[in-house]
């Protein structure tokens, strides 16, 4: 359903069905993807929407360096083999000692590529049809989407501070500010989680 309204909000947005087809394939990131449309839309430059979906993925510099000893091959090989990283795919492959599954990596992506890049299609050729995305609540699909990991994360004292701040760093920009611009002086907020990591909420010290 994401990818679908996705689609949808693309093409209504300005883009051609062939280039919300496009962006999908390549990029295959609905938080970036949405980040991105939604600074175009309201009319931000591309260099923003492209910096503030740039962010959204930069979790995955983490993660790629995490994954790449269970790789095999030279360094263009694992490259190649990376591309199959999404965050469900990541977390399921993960053995819970710092290897991962290849084969239960890219077996749990595929059918998710293969899902987002059909629902995109749907999206952006048969969106006619769908009419009014507000109509359906397609538009909040994305708010929605951010709001349950938001939720997830404010478990922590620290992400709550950086939550606050960042909140307030954007509110305080968007009337003066271009589209995009208060995302991304917003995502400086994220630096008050350097330094000490935090226990998960009622894990108990160990010693």
Do not use: C, K, N
Not at 99 to 127: E, K, N, S
């Amino acid at each position: 359903m994401l990818a679908l309204s996705f689609g949808v909000l693309a093409v209504q947005a300005g883009f051609t069905p062939v280039q919300a087809v496009l962006m999908s394939v390549l990029v295959f990131g609905g938080s970036a993807q949405f980040t991105a449309l939604t600074i175009v839309g309201a009319g931000g430059g591309i260099g923003a929407a492209v910096g503030a979906a740039t962010l959204m993925h930069s979790r995955f510099l983490a993660m790629g360096i995490a994954l790449a000893p269970s790789l095999s091959g030279g360094p263009l090989r694992r490259a190649a083999e990376g591309q199959a990283v999404v965050d469900s795919s990541w977390a399921l492959a993960s053995r819970g000692d710092g290897t991962f599954d290849r084969g239960l990596l890219f077996g749990t992506t595929l059918p998710q590529y293969i899902g987002w890049a059909v629902g995109t299609v749907l999206g952006a050729y048969g969106g006619a049809l769908v009419g009014d995305p507000e109509r359906l609540g397609l538009d909040a699909l994305f708010p929605t989407f951010f709001i349950g990991i938001l939720v997830a994360e404010l478990r922590r004292p620290r992400a709550r501070v950086a939550a606050l701040l960042g909140a307030g760093i954007a509110l305080a920009l968007v009337p003066v500010a271009p589209a995009g611009v208060p995302v991304l002086a917003a995502s400086a907020a994220a630096l008050i989680g350097l330094g000490r990591v935090e226990p998960a909420p009622g894990a108990e010290a160990s010693g």
